[in-house]
């Protein structure tokens, strides 16, 4: 009987580097793949899962009247608890530091399940930076069997912890898998004007509601007003308070497009196109440096410390005189711009998918029979 893997997810970036993954175990053949929803942001996960041909197998409905962290997780483990006595799965998979990631970990490892931890290894140090994420992933890397780390250092970060490095494999990430694949698998779209100056926006995290989010829209303002040939495409998350604040302020700033948010291949045309990328998005830093588009991190720190080396990522903070000083040198300054446009790849060149499929395939070889 083939291993049955279930693979857990429930927000858009999980959907978008386990997409590859699940693809890669299906088309393989020697497990049954199951994909459950966990309903947290189901309305833009599941979108992304059917960009990558897959539908999940069960999609949990999360209570509308659910409004803080505390009662997702209630809800998510109660729910989870069940798909496990429906499935019976032989290991769960996650990925990344969400909560849907963090309670997929505690149940899997209350019920003796063996987890495996995709984008493992990851740490800012500090817990509230980013928030909740820095405490998901250090409760999901207790609990893990297998940790799929994306480098060396990430792999290091575990093995400080006291984890065995024969738990450990390092496979780049899966983001970039995801990235090229969709480059080669759709049309080009034109995201930004040919006469213009592109910047793409991203901002989302709960660690910049309270003023971060308004010194990063106030430092676009100023960036759209002093530059006739800069257009800002911002594509804003569906959270109201996130919303509520960016249309606040940037409701009428001309040549700034306010958008929900892009499909996933218009956003990574969009990555390629632009001459600069402002964002606090964990994964969309990894996207960037593979394809050599500058881009500024508004966030205190990165977790992700192996991007900021050549400086076409740079962390620069929530401070508006920082942002605008940035992207003026960026955006106005074309030697500075060639300096910056140098694709790397410490995250790996896109089969990452592979090398996962590859371990799990050794990891129920060792354990058969058990």
């Not at 804003?236 to 509520?244: E, I, S």
């Not at 956003?267 to 969309?284: E, H, N, P, V, Y």
């Not at 955006?331 to 910056?340: A, E, F, I, K």
């Amino acid at each position: 009987m083939k291993p049955h893997i279930l693979f857990y997810l429930g927000t858009r970036p999980e959907a978008i580097k386990l997409g590859p993954v699940i693809r890669q175990a299906r088309e393989d053949g020697s497990f049954k793949v199951s994909v459950c929803l966990s309903g947290q942001h189901q309305h833009m996960a599941l979108p992304m899962l059917r960009h990558f041909g897959i539908q999940p197998d069960v999609s949990v409905a999360v209570p509308r009247k659910i409004g803080n962290l505390p009662q997702l997780i209630s809800a998510s483990a109660a729910d989870l608890y069940k798909l496990f006595e429906r499935f019976r799965p032989d290991m769960l998979v996650v990925q990344g530091d969400t909560t849907s990631a963090m309670v997929g970990a505690i149940c899997a490892f209350s019920e003796q399940i063996p987890l495996a931890h995709v984008e493992a290894g990851l740490r800012s140090g500090d817990f509230m930076h980013p928030f909740p994420e820095e405490f998901n992933r250090r409760v999901i890397g207790l609990a893990a069997t297998l940790h799929f780390c994306p480098t060396r250092l990430s792999a290091s970060n575990l093995m400080k912890e006291g984890v065995h490095r024969k738990r450990i494999r390092i496979v780049g990430n899966s983001c970039i898998d995801a990235l090229f694949w969709t480059l080669t698998n759709s049309k080009p779209r034109e995201c930004f004007s040919r006469d213009r100056i592109g910047i793409l926006v991203t901002n989302h995290r709960r660690e910049n509601w309270q003023s971060g989010i308004a010194n990063l829209c106030h430092a676009l303002d100023q960036i759209a007003t002093a530059n006739p040939k800069v257009e800002i495409l911002f594509a804003v998350h569906l959270n109201p308070k996130v919303r509520r604040i960016v249309h606040g302020i940037l409701g009428n700033t001309e040549r700034v497009k306010l958008t929900e948010p892009l499909d996933y291949a218009t956003f990574c045309w969009a990555m390629k196109q632009a001459r600069l990328i402002i964002t606090d998005s964990g994964g969309i830093q990894e996207e960037a440096l593979a394809l050599g588009t500058p881009t500024l991190v508004t966030r205190k720190v990165t977790e992700r410390p192996e991007v900021l080396k050549g400086g076409t990522v740079q962390v620069v903070g929530i401070d508006t005189k920082k942002i605008v000083a940035a992207a003026q040198r960026i955006c106005m300054d074309p030697s500075v711009y060639r300096q910056l446009h140098r694709p790397r790849f410490p995250f790996g060149r896109g089969n990452s998918s592979e090398k996962i499929v590859v371990a799990l395939q050794h990891y129920f070889r060792r354990h058969a029979g058990r």
